[in-house]
């Protein structure tokens, strides 16, 4: 909310075009920086472990350091308002004859 994203997961790997090669950061070069193996925030190669990072895109607009450890309170205040918003927009789209 305001600075602060909330990253969940990327697409599965087999959906994104040149995967592994195009993971981590762009330069202005054109060249990729690879994230060291210990950055986990949405990585795409695991489809097991979906942890929320947090990221402060003031002071990080390139998402490199995972504040959720160090700011568990505004990664709960993230996760619960995503949350309470994506129940309150739920539209069943059943048949009326389903619906109980």
Not at 17 to 31: E, H, L, R, S, V
Not at 44 to 51: C, E, N, S, Y
Not at 74 to 87: D, P, Y
Request: hydrophobic share 30%; proline share 9%.
């Amino acid at each position: 909310v305001g600075k602060y994203k909330l990253l969940l997961a990327q697409p599965d790997p087999k959906l994104v075009k040149g995967f592994p090669d195009n993971y981590g950061w762009k330069t202005k070069q054109g060249n990729w920086i690879q994230p060291a193996p210990s950055f986990k925030c949405g990585i795409a190669k695991d489809r097991i472990h979906f942890l929320p990072c947090l990221f402060d895109l003031e002071s990080d607009p390139r998402e490199e350091r995972d504040l959720s450890k160090s700011m568990p309170e505004k990664l709960s205040e993230m996760w619960t308002t995503l949350n309470v918003s994506t129940l309150t927009r739920y539209r069943s789209r059943s048949p009326r004859e389903m619906l109980g």
